[in-house]
Structures are given as structure tokens and as C-alpha cells.
């Protein structure tokens, strides 16, 4: 008859917990949505690229989310087929995009989508300066 060894499982258990809790608390804080863009520096005015001043396709993203094409309210769902016809339209523009700094990045990645789906091989990203 041979003894096995007892080997004490609660050092281990404990520290899982431990680790467990810390996750639980750190999670919340956690913000992934969200990408902070980089300052940039100054441009003198020979580097300035040259944007047109308004393109006929516009689509602003709001601090709530909502996303207008336009000037008009549009779900995220509709907006490929929208930009499909705005593409057969004018096949030579490029989609501006307005994006708020506060609304969600994951909009930004479902209206490029969208805009690739349409058609349109680039997009112009608008940030506003502080």
C-alpha cells in the first residue's frame, strides 16, 4: 500500500481568484471602442493637399452615432445601397466622411466597408482641428 503525496491546491486556487477579480474590476474600465488619433504638426502651405471644398457625397458620423448621408438620415444596414447609387451617379467623386472624435471607431470600420462595397476605392476622412 502506497501513500500519494497530498498536494495542496489552495495556494494555486487563491491566486487564480485573485487574478479573476483584477480582471473583473480592470474590464469595465477598459475603453476598446474608441482610437486616439495622433496631433499632427503644422503643414506649411506648400505640403497642404488640395481637398475639394465639398464633394456631393457627404456622410457625417455624429457624437450619438447617427449617421447622415447628405444632410439626410440613414441606417448603417442601408447605406451600401445608397452609395451604390450615388456611385453610378458620380463615378468619379470620392465619399467625404465627417467623423466626430467621440462617436464609436466601429462605425467608422462599418461605413469604410459600406463605401468599398459600393465601389468607391478611397474616402476622404475630415477630422476637425482643436
Not at 487564480?16 to 502651405?45: N, S
Not at 465627417?98 to 462617436?103: I, L, S, W
Amino acid at each position: 500500500m502506497t501513500d500519494d503525496p497530498d498536494v495542496n491546491l489552495t495556494p494555486l486556487i487563491d491566486v487564480v481568484f485573485v487574478v479573476l477579480i483584477v480582471f473583473i474590476l480592470i474590464a469595465p474600465l477598459l475603453d476598446v471602442e474608441k482610437v486616439a488619433l495622433a496631433e499632427a504638426k503644422p503643414l506649411k502651405d506648400e505640403q497642404v493637399l488640395q481637398l475639394k471644398e465639398k464633394s456631393p457625397i457627404s456622410i457625417v458620423v455624429r457624437k450619438d452615432n447617427t449617421v447622415l448621408l447628405d444632410g439626410m438620415p440613414v441606417k448603417l444596414e442601408n447605406l451600401s445601397a445608397y452609395l451604390k447609387s450615388l456611385k453610378s451617379q458620380y463615378p468619379d467623386e470620392r465619399p467625404q466622411l465627417f467623423h466626430d472624435k467621440e462617436a464609436p471607431f466601429g462605425t467608422f470600420q462599418a461605413i469604410k466597408n459600406a463605401a468599398q462595397t459600393a465601389g468607391f476605392d478611397e474616402l476622404d476622412l475630415i477630422l476637425k482641428p482643436k
